[in-house]
């Protein structure tokens, strides 16, 4: 039985005053098992607030970005193993709870 793997992209800023969600942007552009490992809840946290400047740019308020922003998982979640899976909840849970305390 093969796996399917869907073709989405993990994006971590969401509930923007945006129109088509194309407009928003992506923080993580490479969901493999290799990124899951490596990846850190301070480098994600770093593009967080990266990418909340280049929507800042575009003309979106920051208050509005911090106050309507939410960080959830990929839908492609469910595509890894467990223990993968489990961590990238893990970061979820950190990366939102830092920004958080970042903002506070």
């Known amino acids: 039985m093969s796996r399917i793997y869907p073709e989405c992209r993990p994006l971590l800023i969401g509930s923007l005053p945006i129109t088509d969600h194309s407009e928003g942007t992506e923080l993580i552009s490479d969901y493999t098992p290799e990124f899951i490992e490596k990846e850190t809840v301070d480098r994600?946290?770093?593009?967080?607030?990266?990418?909340?400047?280049?929507?800042?740019?575009?003309?979106?308020?920051?208050?509005?970005?911090?106050?309507?922003?939410?960080?959830t998982p990929s839908c492609g979640t469910g595509a890894v193993s467990f223990a993968q899976a489990k961590r990238v909840l893990e970061l979820t849970q950190r990366v939102s709870k830092k920004i958080r305390a970042a903002l506070s």
């Open 44 to 71: 994600l946290v770093a593009k967080w607030f990266e990418k909340t400047k280049e929507l800042v740019a575009l003309g979106v308020s920051e208050e509005v970005v911090y106050r309507q922003s939410f960080i």
